[in-house]
């Protein structure tokens, strides 16, 4: 069982108050309100006794009568002052008008004025102290029988210890908290409950406090950490008291330990990052729809830093006609409602409009009250534009097959045409009508080379590897492209130095040539005049001692920026706007991989830029059947 000192406890937060007046009956009512009010009061009859009292006591504030019967309160008051300047000091008047010697006071206050006057003075001199209010009847009233209750309920643990650190008193929370029991600690160095690095410290602060009265400096950044009887360390929180017991001062600490408290940092701190280092964008909002918390993926999918919009209406993610969604969603939040996965719309810093697949769910208090949403965020954009990829690729699958079937039902009548001429250049006939009629010949000839070209780029059975020879492709892909490539003044060279012999899918190359031959036509357009195409047997440049073609494509065009290269591969990067779809180089190059073989590009802005292939001769592996997604423009048989 734990002895309460005789000494009373000062608790922490109570200030203590000395009220000095030859008025016993005054004295004594003046001391009732203010115990009242939750002071500690210290009561002197005379002025040398207040002097006393003064001096021995941690007195935060003195009421002092003015006029006493041996001396002036405002004497008192001086030698108060000169002592302890920063203690406030009440003088009491009889009159409205200020004392003499009102200046070696703090405030004087009329006694005629009624106690809330004095109370409300003496709170506005304590401006740091706060002040518990006791139940009605007041500590005092109740005695040490009070403090020993409230001693052994605390879950804090009370420690007294004189000025040597030696312990006088603990209360049975400190055993809860330090594992000592009583005979353990009482008479022991408090320096015992704190681990060692910080035991000296201790000693030369508190000595340094004994000394100067300056408090803490020492201690100022370190985090106290209490020491258990098994030598773990226990993070606390300590509050100091100080009261004086026959000239000795005592210290009262109340240790709180913060083990859990500190534990639910971690735990907040562990759940920060989980939701700072997501990729998807978590945002928290207030019911006002303002927001509260921004994390990393939101500063990505948005391009908004979390200091320049938090604080800010979250409604500035929405684009104009989604507000009156936003205003719904709150009132549906401030109902407890949430609402799961649904696709929206929002708007990045930059104005790209997001598609996102948002999650909201409403935040509530640690009493179940709404006080908020967080909205999770995913950016679907790119998903949405492979849908709308893939949903055109699935067109031109439809429209290849249909100019499959015309190309197919023009070769009939073209078949007739062609015999007609055939028959009118042996009939004997003018000059210049054989020339018509060769002209009208050659026509032909090209129609039918566009009807086999279109009917190739389907043919059924084609799929799958088969030797073939690059060449033969690329006239096939120049007689489809080239008017209309020489229609813009370019001239077209082909240089084969051997016929590019290859295994490979003859449907996927003509696919990987065609996308970089149009891609050089497009860069002509701008600006060039030259489109050279190159076959010629070579050694895989990356060494791997493979023989293999190379097929290089090259133009004098507008050429590429530096800054965009590393996003030439990547899907739906293009720089043609609503004319590309920027999935030519990716398939092109998902498609070179396929083969085992490799793409390079170099380019120099305004002077051109070339495309190299390299494929091998025979595959290594055989190829994968679906190493791509079906790509754009890769026409299924029809
Ligand atoms: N020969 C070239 N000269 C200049 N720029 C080029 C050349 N080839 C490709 N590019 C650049 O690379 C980008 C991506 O090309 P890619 O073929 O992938 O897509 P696209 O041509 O824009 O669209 P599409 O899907 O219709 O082919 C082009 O938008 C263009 O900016
Ligand atoms: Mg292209």
């Known amino acids: 069982m734990v ?17 000095v007046d030859d008025d016993a009956t005054g004295i004594r009512f003046r001391q009732l309100i203010l115990e009242a009010e939750g002071y500690r009061v210290l009561v002197a009859t005379s002025a040398e006794e207040g002097m006393d009292v003064f001096r021995s006591n941690p007195v935060d504030l003195v009421v002092t009568d003015h006029l006493m019967a041996r001396t002036m309160g405002t004497e008192m008051a001086g030698a108060m002052k000169r002592l302890k300047p920063h203690v406030p000091i009440i003088l009491l008047t009889g009159t409205n008008s200020p004392p003499e010697g009102a200046e070696n006071a703090d405030a004087y206050v009329c006694k005629g004025d009624g106690p809330d006057v004095l109370l409300n003075r003496i709170s506005t001199l304590l401006p740091h102290q706060s002040v518990e209010l006791p139940p009605a009847g007041g500590w005092a009233l109740e005695g040490e029988e009070r403090y020993r209750v409230i001693m052994e309920t605390m879950s804090d643990a009370v420690i007294a210890i004189d000025q040597h650190s030696r312990i006088l008193f ?15 600690l009482l008479g022991g160095e408090l320096t015992m409950l704190m681990p060692h690095y910080l035991r000296q410290r201790y000693r030369e602060s508190l000595e340094r406090y004994l000394t100067t009265g300056e408090k803490r400096a020492a201690w100022q950044g370190v985090k106290p950490v209490g020491l258990n009887k098994d030598g773990q360390e226990i993070p ?17 600490g109340i240790i709180r330990d913060i083990s859990e408290r500190k534990q639910a940092e971690r735990e907040h701190a562990q759940l920060a990052a989980i939701v700072e280092s997501s990729n998807d964008a978590i945002i928290g909002k207030n019911l ?31 684009p104009p006609d989604k507000l009156q969604e936003e205003s719904q969603i709150l009132s549906r939040i401030g109902h407890g409602e949430g609402m799961s996965l649904h696709d929206s719309i929002r708007v990045a810093k930059d104005g790209r409009v997001l598609s996102v697949g948002v999650t909201i769910s409403p935040i509530q208090d640690a009493h179940g009250a709404v006080t908020g949403a967080s909205t999770i965020a995913r950016d679907l954009t790119q998903v949405k534009m492979a849908e ?5 690729s699935e067109k031109l699958a439809v429209a290849g097959r249909l100019a499959a079937t015309v190309a197919h039902e023009i070769n009939g009548p073209l078949e007739a045409v062609a015999n007609i001429l055939f028959l009118l250049d042996r009939a004997e006939l003018s000059h210049t009508a054989h020339e018509f009629i060769h002209a009208a010949q050659a026509e032909v000839k090209r129609i039918g080379q566009i009807t086999k070209l279109t009917l190739g780029f389907h043919r059924e059975g084609e799929r799958g590897e088969a030797e073939l020879h690059a060449s033969d492709l690329i006239d096939g892909i120049l007689a489809l492209y080239g008017h209309r490539i020489e229609s813009l003044g370019v001239a077209i060279e082909k240089r084969y130095d051997s016929a590019g012999v290859l295994v490979a899918d003859a449907g996927e190359l003509r696919q990987v040539l065609s996308n970089l031959i149009v891609n050089a036509a497009e860069a002509l357009a701008k600006k060039g005049n030259k489109l050279l195409i190159h076959v010629y047997d070579s050694p895989d440049w990356r060494g791997a001692g493979r023989k293999g073609v190379r097929i290089t494509v090259a133009d004098n065009g507008c050429g590429i920026p530096r800054e965009v290269r590393h996003k030439l591969f990547e899907p739906f990067f293009t720089t043609k706007g609503e004319k590309g779809t920027g999935l030519g180089l990716w398939v092109t190059k998902s498609l070179v991989d396929k083969h085992d073989g490799s793409l390079r590009v170099r380019s120099t802005p305004g002077v051109g830029t070339t495309f190299s292939v390299f494929l091998p001769s025979k595959l290594r592996h055989p190829p994968s059947p679906t190493l791509v997604p079906a790509p754009y423009g890769r026409q299924e048989a029809g």
């Open 236 to 252: 606390v929180e300590i509050s100091f008291g100080e009261y004086a017991k026959d000239g000795r001062r005592m210290f009262v």
């Open 388 to 392: 709308q990829a893939l949903r055109n």
């Open 3 to 19: 002895t309460l000192p005789k000494a009373p406890v000062v608790l922490a937060r109570a200030s203590i108050i000395l009220c």
């Open 288 to 318: 006002d729809g303002i927001v509260t918390a921004w994390n990393k993926g939101a500063e990505r999918m948005f391009g908004y830093a979390a200091e320049e919009i938090m604080g800010k209406p979250a409604s500035i993610l929405l």
């Open 170 to 184: 603990a209360n049975p929370s400190t055993k809860k908290i330090f594992g000592y029991a009583d005979h353990e």
